[in-house]
């Protein structure tokens, strides 16, 4: 039992500090209420509009304000105290759920009312993210910050998994105005859990200039440090071109696979499972140093799987690779994510994770359209595998460069 012990504690260790654990449960009650919603927009936007074009333009619109505001809200949050601003975000996306919940249950909802909520919900976010992406490390410390990042990444995923299938469930018993009152609710365990933190020592803000300024500072350190700048800007690649999963999905669930709700439940619990195994495993191994490497390489298998989902017309055998799909990718990602918050300084922290979320998760809204043009024009498989060849063939020239560079430093040091 003395390992199983030893490898338990390593891998839950930033749930030690009170104030993370209150953010990671109630994050997590929150995030299985994104993912019923993410499953309820798309199937509403389908049986409104039966477009994949209009599926593209509903999630990149979703995104868009993220392309504007998130350098702006990085700023902001290297500001302002970030558990007063999450509090304000928190509330804000609470109530844009409940506004989008009742239209559709009361039978008023139309597709620009999706697209408007849509819209405010990427303003809200772009503000959000990134202020809880830098929170981590006044909760957790810079020791347990890997850890506490990859534990993030596994609420994510565990959500992934319950969240989907409860969303297809309750689509199917209840209907999609269901779905987006429960995220509502969802918010609640987010706001208890922020207000019974016990406030911490806070990092030192820098005197204040001009906002742009600050944003300007940022950007200056990411161009004179590569070692954070390319991290990122591969993110930026394979998010760009691979995961669009909001759009791909629903279009296999329903052209590909001809299942119903509850079977797009299904294959977003398979991926969220896949990547719940990742982030775990990452989570257990958070004291090993993380090298660029081998977060390219976990890029270019994420890619690869991909390519297989849109060949496989068999509901079962995508199941498991998208399982695979989700272990590479959360690898991926999440590897990304600490290595650079590992180098960056604290009083950037904000504004370069900002940068990150700008890549991230602002490629959506042209990334959505790519997917939703190329199924619209070519069909759901093309979509799948033009987005995996163009994210692995950068991902592989990233990892080949990345392996030569380490090689040639190796054997300079010998």
């Keep these: 039992m003395g390992p199983v012990r030893r490898v338990a504690g390593e891998m839950f260790a930033s749930l030690r500090h009170r104030n993370y654990r209150l953010f990671w449960t109630g994050q997590l009650i929150s995030v299985t209420g994104n993912w019923m919603n993410q499953v309820a927009q798309g199937w509403l936007v389908l049986e409104l509009s039966n477009s994949s074009v209009v599926l593209g333009t509903v999630g990149a619109l979703q995104w868009l304000p993220v392309l504007f505001l998130t350098a702006f809200a990085g700023a902001v949050a290297d500001r302002y105290p970030k558990r007063r601003v999450l509090l304000c975000t928190q509330t804000a996306l609470l109530l844009l759920a409940a506004v989008l919940g009742t239209l559709t249950v009361t039978g008023h909802v139309r597709i620009w009312h999706v697209m408007a909520v849509a819209t405010l919900t990427g303003v809200v976010n772009a503000f959000d993210n ?90 200056a350190y990411l161009r004179a440090t590569p070692s954070v700048s390319w991290p990122i800007v591969l993110l930026g690649v394979v998010s760009l071109f691979a995961i669009n999963w909001n759009i791909l999905l629903p279009l296999l669930a329903k052209q590909v696979l001809h299942v119903g709700p509850e079977g797009l439940g299904l294959l977003y619990t398979a991926l969220g499972l896949g990547a719940l195994v990742g982030a775990l495993a990452l989570a257990a191994n958070a004291h090993h140093a993380i090298r660029f490497e081998s977060v390219a390489a976990y890029a270019t298998a994420f890619s690869a799987t991909q390519l297989l989902v849109g060949f496989v017309p068999l509901f079962y055998v995508d199941l498991a690779l998208l399982a695979v799909a989700g272990y590479t990718m959360i690898r991926f990602t999440a590897s990304s994510n600490s290595l650079v918050q590992s180098l960056v300084p604290d009083g950037l922290r904000a504004r370069v994770m900002s940068v990150y979320f700008l890549v991230f998760g602002g490629s959506s809204p042209f990334g959505n359209e790519f997917a939703g043009a190329v199924a619209a024009g070519w069909g759901p498989r093309a979509a799948f595998a033009a987005g995996a060849v163009l994210a692995g063939t950068f991902a592989a020239y990233v990892w080949l460069r990345e392996t030569r560079r380490s090689d040639a430093e190796v054997a300079a040091g010998t």
């Design 130 to 219: 990134p202020t809880r992406q830098s929170f981590i490390v006044e909760l957790v410390g810079k020791q347990d910050l890997a850890n506490a990042i990859a534990l993030n990444s596994s609420l994510f995923n565990a959500a992934r998994v319950v969240g989907p299938s409860l969303g297809g469930f309750v689509i199917g018993a209840l209907g999609v105005g269901t779905a987006f009152l429960l995220n509502a609710l969802s918010y609640v365990a987010v706001l208890v859990g922020l207000a019974l933190m016990t406030p911490t020592l806070e990092p030192p803000r820098p005197a204040r200039r001009r906002l742009l300024a600050e944003v300007g500072e940022g950007l």
